[in-house]
């Protein structure tokens, strides 16, 4: 609690207003909406938030699985979700979008989306039988598999682009940070044994 007090305190928001996420490696987006604002909160069983409630902040966490903000700025809304392969296969960031749409509103084509630190593909083998899900679902794997030294290897930031482009976010309004947790030291890693969790924080205007 000290350290997300720092946190707070150097981004500029209200901890006691802040909305985090309890994660279940799934593609739940609960939304809250300045019409009836509600305080600070643990939400339970989701990995993705979004809020048109000024000054409140989400707060999602993370240690290889990858952070993903969205912004809209012509509504004044915001989201943040959290997308390890399991959540990238159930397409949290194709639900994301999808309830920004209906909740606030917010026009796939309005978007900007920010893809954070994770484990990139060198780093990330995954079985056959994980990486035959994703071709099942979404085809293409030349955008997000690659095989190499008899491993197959799993691009999430690849997956979740794709995902953002098939639901009309303009290619150009998708970043990615390219910093990979397993490789940096500087972040935790469940792969690269770094014990913890940092966190993304994503402010409502």
Do not use: K
């Not at 069983?45 to 290889?64: E, R, W």
């Amino acid at each position: 609690m000290h350290r997300r007090r720092q946190l707070a305190e150097r981004l500029g928001f209200d901890l006691e207003r802040a909305l985090m996420t309890v994660q279940e490696h799934g593609a739940n987006v609960v939304t809250f909406h300045r019409r009836r604002p509600e305080g600070g909160q643990c939400v339970f069983s989701t990995d993705a938030l979004a809020t048109d409630v000024p000054g409140q902040a989400i707060v999602t966490y993370h240690a290889d699985c990858l952070p993903l903000l969205f912004t809209d700025t012509t509504r004044g809304v915001v989201a943040g979700a959290h997308a390890g392969w399991r959540g990238a296969l159930a397409g949290v960031a194709t639900q994301t979008v999808q309830a920004m749409h209906l909740a606030y509103g917010t026009s796939p084509d309005q978007l900007a989306v920010l893809i954070g630190p994770g484990i990139c593909r060198r780093c990330y083998p995954v079985g056959r039988d994980i990486a035959d899900q994703f071709v099942s679902r979404y085809g293409r794997e030349g955008r997000y598999l690659e095989v190499a030294g008899g491993e197959v290897r799993l691009d999430l930031p690849g997956v979740v682009r794709l995902q953002l482009e098939d639901e009309g976010v303009e290619p150009d309004r998708i970043r990615a940070t390219d910093w990979c947790t397993r490789e940096e030291d500087r972040w935790f890693s469940h792969r690269g044994g770094r014990a913890g969790r940092f966190l993304s924080v994503v402010i409502a205007p």
